[in-house]
C-alpha cells in the first residue's frame, strides 16, 4: 500500500501538519493545522477514510479545523478550490456562495459578476440579477 495514491495523502498530510521543514508547514502545522492522534497511524487513517478516490485528495471541510474523520473528506480539485480560505463568500437569500457559485447558479458570466461587485460596488442583489 505504500506506493498507492491514498499513501501519498496520508503522508503529506503528516508532513504538512507535524514537520516543520515541509514547504507547507507554515500553513498547516504552523498555524495549528494537527492530524488526529488516531490518523497518526496509516491503519487506522485507511480505514476510516478508504481508497482515495480517482481525481480526489484529502480536504477538511472547516479549514481551521484538524485532520479527522468528522472533518475530513475525499474531494475534487473544483470542491477544495471553494473551500479556500481566501475566497469571498456573498450573503444573499440565505445562502453563503462564491462568486463562481453564484455564477453557476445564476448564468451570470464570471467577468460581469466581477465587475458589478468589485468595480461598480453594487449590492449583491443588485448584482445577482439578470
Same mark, same amino acid.
Given at each position: 500500500?505504500?506506493?498507492?495514491?491514498?499513501?501519498?495523502?496520508?503522508?503529506?498530510? !503528516?508532513?504538512?501538519?507535524?514537520?516543520?521543514?515541509?514547504?507547507?508547514?507554515?500553513?498547516?502545522? $504552523?498555524?495549528? !493545522?494537527?492530524?488526529?492522534?488516531?490518523?497518526?497511524?496509516?491503519?487506522?487513517?485507511?480505514?476510516?477514510?478508504?481508497?482515495?478516490?480517482?481525481?480526489?485528495? %484529502?480536504?477538511? !471541510?472547516?479549514?481551521? $479545523?484538524?485532520?479527522?474523520?468528522?472533518?475530513?473528506?475525499?474531494a475534487t480539485p473544483t470542491e477544495q478550490n471553494r473551500n479556500k480560505r481566501s475566497n469571498v463568500r456573498?450573503?444573499?437569500?440565505?445562502?453563503?456562495?462564491? %462568486?463562481?457559485?453564484?455564477?453557476?447558479?445564476?448564468?451570470?458570466?464570471?467577468?460581469?459578476?466581477?465587475?458589478?461587485?468589485s468595480t461598480y460596488k453594487w449590492p449583491i442583489a443588485r448584482a445577482l440579477s439578470p
Amino acid at each position: 500500500m505504500s506506493l498507492t495514491p491514498t499513501y501519498f495523502n496520508w503522508k503529506g498530510m !503528516i508532513a504538512r501538519c507535524h514537520c516543520p521543514t515541509h514547504k507547507d508547514y507554515p500553513k498547516y502545522g $504552523g498555524r495549528g !493545522i494537527k492530524v488526529c492522534e488516531r490518523w497518526r497511524t496509516w491503519e487506522n487513517f485507511y480505514a476510516d477514510m478508504g481508497e482515495r478516490p480517482l481525481g480526489k485528495s %484529502i480536504e477538511r !471541510i472547516d479549514n481551521d $479545523g484538524p485532520y479527522s474523520l468528522e472533518n475530513c473528506r475525499w474531494a475534487t480539485p473544483t470542491e477544495q478550490n471553494r473551500n479556500k480560505r481566501s475566497n469571498v463568500r456573498y450573503h444573499f437569500m440565505g445562502r453563503d456562495l462564491t %462568486i463562481s457559485e453564484w455564477c453557476e447558479l445564476t448564468g451570470i458570466p464570471r467577468p460581469r459578476l466581477r465587475a458589478r461587485l468589485s468595480t461598480y460596488k453594487w449590492p449583491i442583489a443588485r448584482a445577482l440579477s439578470p
